[in-house]
């Protein structure tokens, strides 16, 4: 029918780091591509996930978060929904696995990172990563936990993350790819540039951070989203096209707690395995909420971008019923911060924050 079409996006092996120039090449392609695509649909139900703040997670809530992801990493690697395949998901999009075949570029490859497509994609990432670690655990309310490093009290790495009198093969939520000199007690450093400069006043300095990326460097839109980045063009290394949380508290909080042994800092710290580490999407489910954060300042300049080529955009992702799904930038114009909720399209509740 017109309702669906044809996957026309190509997924190529990718350059595992873009910047370094190097050859190394990694496959971060979905399983199964041949399939065909769905437009998104805003699920029915009334059903409110309330995201929570992972340093105050119930026993309840954090028992839930681990049995999902145990219950993802459980699935066969090559499954849709398997923490493997979440993961390779950022890789593809990051690392420019994908061409824009779809819309007329077939050389070009698309880049997620550096530009006004950031916050988008990573809501859309989110929201069916948490639908999916929803439907393994059977539970329609499951909502993702956020790394609040903005909050003098969530400043350490989540204590769920942390290795700390467990079996570390038996927690899921652990990494062994991070820098052992950031578990807690650590204070994180919202403006880290790869070396430890310790301060005695590090909480009111990621303070000041905050400040910067919410509101000094981020009274327009394009300062706060990232420059324009259309069909058929080049991806964008420039720094200076990167919005203001992306370039400080994002990049410096996956550089702080990624392995300074590893070549690339890995896991957290290069794109293509960041999301190997179940931190990543605490990290991120925070990010999407200073998207949210930034709008409520309802400060002038503090408001969506309106252009139609943002608008359009769109990216692939299998949702929850393993269906792949083309989801559009479009649909979340519509989500406006609403007291605590975020409501989307047609006033379902797309996201909400506790
Ligand atoms: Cu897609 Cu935090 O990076």
Redesign the pocket.
Known sequence: TNQTQRLRVSCNLAPEDQDRGDNTLINCCPPKLQKTIKPFVFPTENTVRMRWSAHKGTPEQMKKFKTAIQAMKDLPHDHPHSFASQAKI?CAY?NGAYTEVNSGFPDTRIE??NSWLFFPF?RWYLYFFERILGKLINDPTFALPFWQWDETDGMQMPQMFVPENIDVNKNFLYDPFRDNKHLPPAIVDLDYADNDKPHNDQVQRNKCTMYRDLISNAGDPISFFGAIYEAGEEPIPDDKSIGSVETGC?NNV?RWVGDPNQPLHEDMGV?YS?ARDPL?YA??AN?DRMWKLWKELRLPGHVDLTHPSWLNASYVFYDENEDLVMAMLMMLMLVVPYGQMARGYGQQVLVVFA
């Open positions: 950022h990051c997620i990172h990573h994002h996956h794109f960041a990543f990290h991120h990010i």
